[in-house]
């Protein structure tokens, strides 16, 4: 079971979360990811981010005083805000994981006016921006030691 390293409570506080970076937007018609599909994704997808997760799950225990799925929405935006401004480790794979199962779901995907598939083979068009941008970087000296 993909799930089996966490508990039922944390599984539980992490929807929460899910829920919390991500919420259902009735005005572009998308699920938040705490939805069941995209939750689903997300516990089979913790891998090597299992650690930090449960670690980013104690700490927004300790910042809420208590079960944080069980905080008020409000309290939950208080909570959750200096949980982002602590930042972290813990807290980047939290994000990470959330939102690479979030834009993998097709509902999200159709919302952005994307079509539901895979990158490659077929690729994606990317518009092309103003590359002028780099110029500071261009002008730059080198930053590295050239082999010979």
């Known amino acids: 079971m993909p799930d089996a390293d966490l508990t039922a409570e944390q ?3 992490l929807r929460a979360l899910a829920g919390t970076i991500i919420p259902p937007s009735q005005v572009y018609g998308v699920p938040g990811a705490d939805d ?3 939750f689903a994704d997300i516990l089979r997808s913790l891998e090597r981010d299992r650690g930090d997760i449960c670690q980013a799950l104690a700490q927004l225990a300790r910042l809420a005083g208590g079960a944080f799925a069980d905080l008020e929405p409000r309290r939950r935006s208080e909570v959750a805000a200096a949980f982002r401004e602590a930042g972290g ?3 980047a794979a939290t994000v990470r994981v959330v939102l690479l199962c979030y834009y993998r779901d097709d509902r999200v995907m159709r919302a952005l006016g994307q079509e539901p598939r895979p990158p490659f083979p077929k690729g994606h068009v ?5 590359w002028s941008l780099l110029d500071p970087v261009r002008k730059r000296p080198r930053m ?4 010979d």
């Open 11 to 13: 599984i539980r506080e």
């Open 36 to 38: 069941e599909a995209i």
């Open 89 to 91: 480790v813990p807290l």
């Open 126 to 130: 990317v518009e092309q921006g103003d």
């Open 144 to 147: 590295y030691r050239p082999v």
